[in-house]
T-cell receptor, first 113, second 112 residues
């Protein structure tokens, strides 16, 4: 199992550009989430999904879209990048039941100039 | 909205000393999880606590969930250099939402 795979690992965008951060998991996990991590701010939830076709907003959803057409994939779209979106983005997944925590991907470091 | 506060923000200890980080939620939680993130790495799940007053141990790590299910702590006995990293707590509201809210973390450094 590859676990949770995020691509790209690094990205530089210009203000106003759009892009999609990819996240894929091969563990057949129902639940997936996107977090952003900024220095001193911990991890803040952007969007999450409890299954294919079902998504919901987290703490900081503005400027981001998600969709979950398959169990495996949960892409995060930046609609019009802003410098405030410079951050490290983590995708995570977990099984739907039981006392299991999230398995995190290795992250995407995004810089918006 | 739900908030999870964690203290201290930083902790520096000598190797062999004990370490404790505390987590406090503004709302009653259904469960709380703890994660460890090594420098430059991604968060790694350590444990989940579900029951009021629950205590769980993993070798030198002891996790507690408060009686009111609004606070939690992680205690490390006799720290080692391998314990270096940032420890996060993360809680879910009792409303049944999957939304998992993280504290800001406690960064632990250990002097050998």
């Amino acid at each position: 199992n590859a676990g949770v795979t995020q691509t790209p690992k690094f990205q530089v965008l210009k203000t106003g550009q759009s892009m999609t951060l990819q996240c894929a998991q091969d563990m057949n996990h129902e639940y997936m989430s996107w977090y952003r991590q900024d220095p001193g701010m911990g991890l803040r939830l952007i969007h999450y999904s409890v299954g294919a076709g079902i998504t919901d907003q987290g703490e900081v959803p503005n400027g981001y879209n998600v969709s979950r057409s398959t169990t495996e994939d949960f892409p995060l779209r930046l609609l019009s990048a802003a410098p405030s979106q410079t951050s490290v983005y983590f995708c995570a997944s977990r099984v739907g039941a039981g006392v299991y925590g999230y398995t995190f991907g290795s992250g995407t470091r995004l810089t918006v100039v | 909205g739900q908030q999870v506060m964690q203290i201290p923000q930083y902790q520096h200890v000598q190797e062999g000393e004990d370490f404790t980080t505390y987590c406090n939620s503004s709302t009653t939680l259904s469960n709380i999880q703890w994660y460890k993130q090594r420098p430059g790495g991604h968060p790694v799940f350590l444990i989940q606590l579900v029951k009021s007053g629950e205590v769980k141990k993993q070798k030198r790590l002891t996790f507690q969930f408060g009686e009111a299910k609004k606070n939690s702590s992680l205690h490390i006995t006799a720290t080692q250099t391998t314990d270096v990293g940032t420890y996060f707590c993360a809680g879910r509201d009792q409303g049944g939402s999957e939304k998992l809210v993280f504290g800001k973390g406690t960064k632990l450094t250990v002097n050998p």
